[in-house]
């Protein structure tokens, strides 16, 4: 104890009295202060992406087919949807996992997609004009009649200003580029005998219009639609970030679907006042300028440029009103609506707020903000398992999303469907398609054949045909048979039926999420429940939220990779220089280290006063860096870090990372600096042993 006393004295003694020990000390400081700051965020990065993927759709586990030939991947992979197989009965599963203790929930899911359209204004124009006149043919009223030639001349006026861009394109490009097909409709669409005939054949002429006239408006898009077929109600209880904000959850037991917020944004609302929300989120989130952001000024230059989404909303009297507004908000006498639009939407930091502001309190009551609305009915066609097409018409209920990750095109991404609904485009056979089955077979005479028996059954052993015969014109009435299935699936009604828990849970699952009641325990649950799996015969495979989320979830590992390549390449490139810099102030100690020798010290002495001082040089400035990292850390966590934009909003679990200093972060940082300090210091320590006392007393200074 003595000669470590001594030796601490001589340390601490040696500590600031060489440059040499500042440059070394220099390099630890901001080494240290490197790996408790970049420790500390990616910890609290990790900690808030993980809230953001358990608390959004994956819960703590995810279960799913051992036969599946790809990983599941919950948020997508490159090429579409990781291929599962399913499992056939969720309830067997259900039943499984919750006789582990530590297992709080477990909620039925499966992941696919479709590309849908978001119809362009001609066609839900026309779709409101169709159901009016199916209105009107069962009981006609004189405000239905009233409708029907307002929707009619808001048609017409579309008309006249798709003639007006005809002849505007006509005279930029070659009239060789302009379909003389869509001249016509046009000219056909235009002339008053169309209109004056139009009552005659309403449903002839509304598909002349949807056939030839629709096309030519291009301001609809094709839209993917990522959806998980899931228990409704046991999701939104499992999930506590989940909210509903526009409409109403699905009844239980019921068919319906809930689109996210940021996809019904982002994808349904009219193009100019979703761009207006954006640069008003950038100015306040981010506090951007528009003068100093080219992104904000290109989606001011298409919302001067591209105002006929607005244009073919508004009829005759709304465009008159129009009009009448913009005139007293910009001071103006013009009395065209497509000039006073682009003046209107020409906007800058000076006027965007109040510009902002009359948008939605002159212009917007006139328009739908939203082409789809909530309540409507949304027709889903997706490819099923075995390859053929299958359509769903499912009624929008509302829009949802978790909070704290309102903005986050992540979680986002995923609109919520009933399980049935989601069965049906999956290619199951629900209970009601097989009764649909049965009545068609039982009405069209369908015989079921083993394949050994086709053949004489279509051909015969005696030359007749039963088949053919049976199939031949005249005996099937296909009006009736078509009649009587509409009726029936009238009486069905199967967006009104209320569906059991039981029917809910009995069929096929692609996945499900496991939430737990002590996520500590996660890695023994997860051991746990295989083994329960392989003991019950049941292919099941069951990973963690990181591995369920794929890229995603190892987003943050990378990234603590990158910082720990960094830091290594940091104190590899420390340990060569503090290793040089203390071979030069060994050599400079020459004298000192051989009077020690003379007077008795031993080789040992020597080697560890080398030691001691270089470890204690460590510790100093690294507690020194750990306590500026500290500080650093403290500061980030009062203000948080904003999240720039939509990726790190998932990252961030919210739109600011408030990230915290843990134990782990110093103590790792402490390990590194002294393995650092004590490896560089050994070949001088080394030297300074081999130093001979005669030698080093008759050296020069």
Known sequence: MGQLKLLLQVALRNLFVSRINL???????????????????????????????????????????????????????????????????????????????????????????????????????????????????????????????????????IISLLEEDLKRRSEIVDDKATDPADVEALARARAPAFWADFDKDPFGSLEFLENRIAPQVTDGDMVYLRYAGTDLVNFQKTFDRMRVVDGTPVPEGRRGMLLSKFFYEENFKLKTARRLDRIKEARETNHTAIAMDPQLQRWVKENQTQTREILFQLDDLKTKQAVERLQRALGSQETDLGKLLPVFLTMDDANFDTRYQQFYSELAPLLDLYRLRIGDDLTITAFTRTGYVQSVNVKIYGTYQFDGLEKSALAGALNLMDLMSFRELYGYLTAEKKAELAGLQKASGVQQLKREDAESALFGEDGSASLVAEATPGLIDEDKQLDGLAQKLRREELASRVYTQQEIESGVVLSAAVMLKDPEKLEQTLAELRKSAEDSKMPLRVISWQKASGMIGQFVLMAKLVLYVAVLIIFVVALVIINNAMMMATLQRVREVGTLRAIGAQRSFVLSMVLVETVVLGLVFGALGASAGGVIMHMLGRAGIPAGNEALYFFFSGPRLFPSLHLSNLVAAFVIVLVVSALSTFYPAYLATRVSPLRAMQTDE
């Not at 279960?63 to 056939?88: I, N, R």
């Open 23 to 157: 440059l070394i000390g220099g390099i630890i400081f901001f080494g240290t202060v490197l790996v408790v700051v970049g420790g500390a965020f990616l910890d609290s990065m990790d900690e808030a992406m993980s809230r953001s993927i358990i608390g959004s759709v994956a819960g703590h586990l995810q279960v799913y087919s051992d036969h599946s030939k790809d990983e599941l991947s919950l948020f997508g992979q490159m090429g579409g949807e990781p291929d599962l197989s399913a499992m056939d009965d969720f309830s067997r599963i259900k039943e499984l996992v919750q006789q582990h203790p530590n297992v709080k929930t477990v909620v039925p899911m499966g992941t696919s997609g479709a590309l849908i359209t978001s119809g362009n204004t001609v066609d839900l124009t026309l779709a409101r004009l169709r159901d009016l006149y199916k209105k009107a043919a069962q009981d006609e009223t004189p405000g239905l009649r009233e409708q029907i030639h307002s929707l009619q001349a808001h048609v017409r006026h």
